[in-house]
């Protein structure tokens, strides 16, 4: 065990023994002593953190501590009533501390109590509940705040996840402290009661055992139990103003004693109105003139130096100003910031600010926070950053969408109008301005508010504008997924499977593949649409394979075949039969013919001519499909598929090509057509 842990378990047991085991005087003294510092460590604690989960143990520190102080009050009380000399400690309180009277004690002692019930513990527990409570509420809003920081790339994923922690953690407190402050409420009232049962059973005791003046007794006894009252309540007075303290302070990380006085002294104005207003009550009334008019002077002349420092500062701080405006004019231009490149970008006209902008009701923001959602559930990565920002340079309902700083698409929107599409079979067609649906080119047009309800009685599909931006940056972000997928993104994804995985992540990298072989592998998966989601299976995979070849495409058709239930999910609706095209196997073989292999892995070197037939008749094979709305599915052997998508990828970047063995024994399928040369 730590020290640290040896010494609290020390404390605790000590309190639990104090209320069982009698101790001497000596021992009392020695613990009452330590009782003070402690109180005296905690509130000069909560005075100087910088924040309040600085002591984020409060509430658990005020258990223990309430706990050993009543644990003391309960050994002085063994002694007043046992000995009749509960130590020096108490003795010197009440009758230092209290006068050595028993009036002046009691009311000292009553004020105390006052002080600390009426005053302190109860601004500080309703405080701490109004404090819980707004800290909860506001929670979903601080949360959003961060998911938006985020998504423009104000704050990394890092300092995200340390603010939510923060937030998590500053609710905890609260909501503790709101509870804690009950503990200091109910020592006050505990020690009350036990003064006056100290009081009432010395007394009668003492009558009892020495049968001497009744007032002597009272006068004997009293003082020491006003002095064990007061030697628990001073302390705990201190930690209940350590609570207050706390409690008020807030979040601020500023330095707390130089805010209070900047803020207290800090306008030479107040001074001198304070100064004005002394000076009259000492000079125009019976008050000591030669107090009240020197106070009144000190606070004037600490004005006049206030306003003094107050101008030095202004000119220091213009003067630094203007040199560091001078610094960077003389300072050549610091290109490393703009050698950064950011992966996703969607750039807007003025007119769509409103869309992105929180405070004018704009959602944007929240809809990037879903998409990033959907396409780490669907594709099973983690899409990086994406920076919205306006630019005055383009029309004002234009926007363009860059991957790593190159635009790739752009579209425009109407920014007080829908958009309707008609899904074919709409009889009835409604006016207005024709467009083209952005993202997939598809015929549209604009209509207002007023025509909204009745186009989508009519069976129109119709889209809000944050919806169509939206689908847009979906479908750019899956087309251009692969190359997004960085060996970073790869080496944390490694380390989310190494939790839960070591064995295998040890045995795959680096001994068998490297960062840069997986990457590829993944890469090779999400350009196709597969999910890597299930990052257990590819690996094993991999494990399973990599000792023989280290190709990449070969492996990514193992781990394929090894996902072939998702692949078959995706594209074989359960219960139904699907139509596909078949490849004649005399292509096949001549694509296999064709086939070289180098140290930079395979290519093709079929004849063009064979190449433009066979095209052709994906061509008119696939077409078939897509005329009856049906995906554009290529059915090939497995050691054929890898070259056949690669031979149609130029030309079909849509089409599907499966091998049989990607496909679950229960799927039905009916070919429609064969690809031939």
């Known amino acids: ?74 050994s002085s009380t063994r002694l007043i009533l046992t000995t009749g000399d509960p130590g020096n400690v108490v003795r010197t309180f009440g009758q230092f501390v209290g006068g050595g009277d028993l009036i002046i004690g009691m009311i000292v002692f009553i004020v105390l109590i006052l002080i600390q019930f009426i005053v302190i513990n109860k601004g500080s527990e309703r405080v701490a509940e109004v404090t819980a409570r707004f800290t909860l509420d506001a929670m979903p809003g601080k949360q959003m705040a961060i998911d938006a920081d985020l998504n423009t790339g104000a704050i990394t994923e890092k300092e995200a996840r340390e603010r939510r922690n923060k937030i998590q953690q500053e609710s905890s407190f609260f909501g503790s402290m709101d509870g804690a402050t009950k503990y200091v409420k109910g020592d006050a009232t505990a020690g009350l009661i036990i003064t006056f049962i100290n009081l009432i059973g010395g007394t009668v005791m003492g009558y009892m055992r020495t049968g001497g003046a009744l007032m002597d007794i009272i006068q004997q006894f009293g003082v020491l139990t006003i002095g064990d009252g007061l030697v628990s309540q001073i302390p705990s007075l201190l930690i209940s103003l350590a609570t207050g303290i706390l409690v008020t302070k807030g979040s601020s990380e500023a330095d707390f004693g130089g805010v209070l006085i900047s803020q207290l002294f800090g306008i030479p104005k107040v001074m001198y109105m304070v100064g004005a207003a002394l000076s009259f009550l000492g000079l125009f009334t019976p008050l000591q003139w030669y107090l009240f008019v020197g106070l009144g002077a000190a606070f004037i002349a600490t004005g006049r130096v206030i306003q003094q420092n107050v101008k030095v500062d202004a000119i220091e701080e213009d003067a630094a100003e203007e040199e560091n405006a001078a610094e960077e004019i003389r300072r050549p231009e610091n290109v490393v910031s703009l050698l950064q490149v950011d992966p996703i970008e969607l750039e807007f006209g003025y007119g769509i600010i409103p869309l992105a902008d929180v405070n004018q009701g704009g959602d944007l923001l929240d809809r990037v926070v879903m998409i990033r959602r959907q396409i780490a559930l669907e594709l099973g990565t983690v899409v990086p950053i994406i920076r919205l920002r306006d630019n005055i340079q383009l029309n004002p309902n234009q926007y363009i969408i860059k991957i790593k700083g190159i635009q790739v698409t752009e579209g425009e929107i109407l920014f007080d109008h829908y958009m309707a599409m008609n899904p074919g079979y709409v009889e009835e067609e409604i006016t207005g301005i024709p467009t083209f649906e952005p993202s997939f080119h598809l015929p549209a047009i604009w209509i207002t508010e007023g025509q909204r309800e009745r186009a989508e009685s009519l069976g129109y599909t119709v889209v809000d504008p944050p919806s169509i931006i939206a689908t847009h940056l979906t479908e750019v972000i899956r087309a251009h997924i692969a190359e997004l997928l960085s060996r970073q993104d790869v080496s944390n994804l490694i380390g989310n499977i190494k939790e839960t995985n070591a064995a295998l992540v040890d045995e795959l990298t680096p001994k068998l593949l490297g960062i840069g072989e997986i990457q590829k592998v993944l890469q090779n998966l999400l350009r196709e649409g597969i999910s890597i989601r299930d990052l257990l299976s590819i690996f094993e995979t991999l494990a399973d394979h990599a000792s023989t070849t280290r190709d990449t495409d070969v492996l990514t058709e193992y781990v394929r075949q090894n996902l072939k239930r998702a692949i078959s999910n995706k594209y074989f609706p359960t219960n139904e039969t699907t139509s596909v095209v078949t490849l004649d196997p005399q292509v096949e073989q001549e694509i296999m013919a064709s086939v070289k292999q180098t140290e930079q892995g395979a290519y093709l070197t079929l004849d063009p001519e064979k190449t433009r037939a066979i095209m052709d008749s994906v061509e008119t094979e696939v077409s078939k499909l897509e005329n009856v709305g049906k995906n554009p599915i290529v059915i090939t052997s497995p050691i054929v598929r890898m070259y056949f998508k690669k031979l149609t990828e130029d030309y079909f970047k849509d089409l599907i090509v499966v091998s049989y063995n990607e496909i679950e024994s229960n799927v039905e399928l009916q070919s429609v057509g064969m690809v031939t040369a």
Not at 3 to 21: H, N, Q, R, S
Not at 48 to 70: A, C, H, N, Q
């Open 1 to 74: 065990m730590k020290k640290a842990d040896i010494g609290v378990a020390i404390y605790l047991m000590a309190a639990v023994i104090f209320f069982i085991i009698p101790i001497p005087s000596w021992v009392l003294d020695a613990m009452l002593a330590i009782n003070i510092s402690v109180a005296m460590i905690i509130l000069f604690n909560a005075l100087f953190v910088k924040e309040v989960l600085d002591m984020s143990f409060f509430p658990t520190l005020l258990l223990f501590t309430t706990i050993f102080r009543i644990s003391l009050n309960v």
